[in-house]
């Protein structure tokens, strides 16, 4: 994204970083992400969208799809196999190859429209996954929960009024992208937070308004948008969760999947830019996923 842009390759090191020094790497398979067709991405975005992409990426130097997001000569490749992994994070689980995928990718998704690129995202990477879910393994029900400091805007875009799609998410307000808080769909469960709100808050936001809607969806598969930009230490933005936030709300989420979806669960990294906060948050949450936590 250029010098000094917080969305930078550093970040998916410090996850890899503290998978090693917290031992749970040795413990996790891994696979490379495919590039994702032009297929499974117009299921989200219109044709003329993905072409555009295609043709804006440059082969040399760097262009701006807005004042935050740009291409370099790499960018549009991260962003297929982003999107690609988000894909084959799917036909894992369904497959049962594996009961739960965390996908470390850059970059994300969750601000990306069905034809308009934003805040870092060019593809909608959860988008790809759920829309994925539902037309190659014939799923009913699929929930997005994204705990991202900012409103997923994208994702609401994409599935306002999908019956398939159940959305919970949290995320501060008013902060960018200033979205989320009015009159948001049915199948939306947005709590808006103020700056300042904390592991508290965010409990009885996930405990009182996202596990009721969770349970009563059924979803057949759960899909995170995990960005870890609501942490005390990334100043982002505003929200105060700690490390431990991330493991508890992973165990909430996880025993709703349990019980409806087999245990199936995709993970999608969105944002999170303080290295240090980023890597042991990522790690709870991999924890969890991956069943390596000790208090349950
Ligand atoms: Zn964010």
């Not at 308009?116 to 037309?135: E, K, L, Q, S, Y």
Request: hydrophobic share 45%; glycine share 8%; charged share 20%.
């Amino acid at each position: 994204m250029g010098a000094g842009h917080p969305e930078r390759p550093a970040r998916l090191g410090a996850i890899e970083d503290q998978l090693i020094a917290s031992g749970v790497l040795p413990h996790l398979q891994r696979f490379d992400a495919p590039l994702a067709t032009d297929e499974q991405l117009a299921r989200v975005h219109p044709l003329e969208y993905v072409r555009a992409i295609r043709a804006a990426a440059p082969s040399e130097g760097r262009i701006h799809l807005d004042p935050d997001t740009a291409m370099n000569p790499y960018s549009l490749n991260a962003a297929l196999r982003a999107a690609g992994a988000a894909v084959l994070a799917v036909d894992l689980v369904m497959e049962r190859k594996a009961p739960a995928v965390f996908c470390s990718v850059r970059p994300p998704g969750h601000h990306a429209c069905r034809a308009r690129p934003m805040g870092f995202c060019i593809f909608n990477n959860v988008a790809v996954a759920a829309r994925h879910a539902v037309h190659a393994h014939g799923l009913q029900r699929v929930a997005i929960v994204d705990f991202d400091v900012h409103h997923g805007n994208g994702t609401e875009d994409i599935f306002e009024g999908d019956p398939h799609v159940l959305m919970a998410s949290i995320f501060q307000h008013p902060f960018y992208p200033y979205s989320g808080a009015d009159d948001p769909a049915p199948n939306m469960v947005n709590v808006p937070l103020a700056a300042g709100a904390g592991s508290r808050e965010f409990r009885a936001a996930v405990t009182e308004a996202w596990l009721p809607a969770l349970n009563e969806f059924r979803p057949e598969l759960v899909i995170f948008s995990a960005g870890f930009d609501a942490h005390m230490e990334d100043d982002m933005a505003m929200l105060r969760f700690g490390d431990a936030d991330y493991g508890w709300v992973t165990r909430q989420v996880k025993a709703i999947a349990e019980r409806h979806a087999g245990g199936r669960m995709v993970s999608m990294l969105e944002g999170g830019y303080a290295l240090p906060a980023l890597g042991r948050s990522a790690t709870q949450h991999i924890k969890v996923l991956a069943g390596l936590d000790a208090s349950t």
